[in-house]
């Protein structure tokens, strides 16, 4: 059974930084693609940033642009949003997601295309 479990989300005050964590459990992280996603209250959901299983290809959406950071740790399973200069608007729950793919450099940026999602992470920027 896959999991999908996001941890390191929490309170900050703006300008702070957060490490969030995205772990896959049952299948390995190479063969498949993350995404990062985030629904704030009352807002639908957007798109963070993806990486392709090969880690070549990665997206950030104009919101995380020079403030975000992707990196997967193919040992650990682990996926980390690294989150800097954070914003007030940047609170929202944050969902990890996986897609299967053997096309190494392929970015899914869709939510239907993710095969599993996790429960999400809560991050609150406030002062």
């Known amino acids: 059974q896959v999991q999908v479990v996001e941890s390191g989300g929490g309170l900050v005050q703006p300008g702070g930084s957060l490490r969030l964590s995205c772990k896959v459990i049952g299948v390995s992280l190479a063969d498949y693609a993350i995404g990062w996603f985030r629904q704030a209250p009352g807002k639908e959901r957007e798109r963070v940033s993806c990486?392709?299983?090969?880690?070549?290809?990665?997206h950030f959406e104009d919101s995380g642009k020079g403030r975000f950071a992707i990196s997967k740790d193919k040992v650990l399973n682990t996926l980390f949003l690294q989150m800097s200069s954070l914003k007030p608007e940047d609170t929202a729950v944050y969902f990890c997601?996986?897609?299967?793919?053997?096309?190494?450099?392929?970015?899914?940026?869709?939510?239907?295309?993710?095969?599993?999602w996790g429960q999400g992470t809560q991050v609150t920027v406030s002062s």
């Open positions: 990486i392709s299983t090969s880690g070549g290809s990665i």
């Open positions: 997601a996986a897609h299967e793919d053997i096309r190494t450099d392929y970015l899914p940026r869709e939510p239907y295309e993710y095969d599993y």
